[in-house]
Structures are given as structure tokens and as C-alpha cells.
């Protein structure tokens, strides 16, 4: 295959992937103690589908557009969106993508162990970011005295379950593409 042609390719399913993650973060799955959306779920799938760099490179790009202005994070978009104390998740997106694509792909064929392992520890990373992001928000510009607990309450205990749910259903998932996707060379 013609270099320019992976290159076109790349970009193709990094773009894709970038407006997948735009899609998932309207899609909102109601429970009982808050909603969450599907965009964690896409930004994993991006890390280990597309590999470290490009995966990253779609939630970059997903990043820039909604720092730009345009209205594709789950509350509207703009520069001032990285005062809100969950722009954290977000910023730590890319991260998260690498750190998922690294080690799903660390073997051509990665194991379903492999996969679930990988998509956990993006998941947790993407977390941290955002707990720690929160926290200094809601201390240093909100100015709130949030403790502890009701960080981690609020910024994991209520979520995380969901999102681990996720998880196991994008590993499954992954490990059916990734074979369609050698197939295609990429």
C-alpha cells in the first residue's frame, strides 16, 4: 500500500473517531444517582483500534474543536469550558487513549485479559486526572470547600461503576474489530 494511501486512512479514522467522541458525549445513560455518557467508551476504543499515537490524536482533536468554540462537550464548548471542574475528564482524554492503545497493543493479537486490562487502566488514569482537576478547580477558582469524600463520591463512586460496565463491553467489542481492521492494513 502507497504511504499516502495509510496516511489517508489515518486521518480518515482519526477524524471518524473524533466525531465519535463528539457524538458520545450526547448520547447520556440516565441512573438513579446521576447520568453518564459514552464518550469514555469511545475514547478506549479509539486508544486501542487506532493505536497510541492516532487515538490520541483524535481526542487532541476533539479537544481543539470544543476549545475552539464549538459545542461538541457534553455542556457546550469554549475556552472558558477549562474552569468547569469537570474539564479534567476531558483534558486527560488523550492520555487516556494512549495509555490504552500502549498496552492493548503491546502484542499483535492482545489477549481478551489484555484488552480488559488496558481498558481499565485508561479508564482509572482519566479518572485521577479528573478528580485531581476537580479538586483544584473547586478549591483555587470556585473557591468551595469540597472535602474528600464528596470528591471522590461525586467524581468516581457515583460514575465509575457505569463506566466499568462500559469497559467490559468495549473490550469485547474491540477484540471483534481489531481483526477487521488488520485485515484493512491498518
Known amino acids: 500500500m502507497p504511504k499516502s494511501a495509510f496516511r489517508t486512512r489515518t486521518l480518515i479514522l482519526c477524524a471518524l473517531f473524533a466525531a465519535l467522541i463528539?457524538?458520545?458525549a450526547f448520547i447520556r445513560i440516565p441512573t438513579p444517582l446521576m447520568s453518564f455518557t459514552l464518550q469514555l467508551t469511545v475514547v478506549l476504543l479509539a486508544g486501542v483500534l487506532l493505536g497510541p499515537r492516532v487515538?490520541?490524536?483524535?481526542?487532541?482533536?476533539?479537544?481543539?474543536?470544543?476549545?475552539?468554540?464549538l459545542p461538541v462537550f457534553a455542556e457546550g464548548g469554549g475556552i472558558a469550558y477549562v474552569l468547569r471542574p469537570g474539564f479534567g475528564y476531558i483534558l486527560a482524554f488523550g492520555l487516556g487513549a494512549w495509555v490504552t492503545g500502549r498496552i492493548a497493543r503491546k502484542t499483535p493479537n492482545p489477549?481478551?485479559?489484555?484488552?480488559?486490562?488496558?481498558?481499565?487502566?485508561?479508564?482509572?488514569l482519566i479518572?485521577?486526572?479528573?478528580?485531581?482537576?476537580?479538586?483544584?478547580?473547586?478549591?483555587?477558582?470556585?473557591?468551595?470547600?469540597?472535602?474528600?469524600?464528596?470528591?471522590?463520591?461525586?467524581g468516581f463512586a457515583f460514575t465509575a461503576p457505569g463506566d466499568a460496565a462500559l469497559c467490559v463491553a468495549s473490550a469485547f467489542l474491540a477484540k471483534r474489530l481489531l481483526p477487521v481492521l488488520s485485515r484493512m492494513g491498518f
Open 55 to 69: 487515538g490520541a490524536l483524535s481526542c487532541l482533536v476533539y479537544l481543539v474543536l470544543g476549545l475552539a468554540g
Open 22 to 24: 463528539c457524538v458520545g
Open 127 to 154: 479518572y485521577l486526572v479528573g478528580i485531581v482537576y476537580m479538586f483544584l478547580i473547586s478549591h483555587i477558582y470556585l473557591g468551595t470547600d469540597m472535602g474528600v469524600r464528596a470528591l471522590l463520591l461525586y
Open 111 to 124: 489477549s481478551m485479559k489484555r484488552l480488559l486490562f488496558a481498558h481499565f487502566a485508561g479508564m482509572l
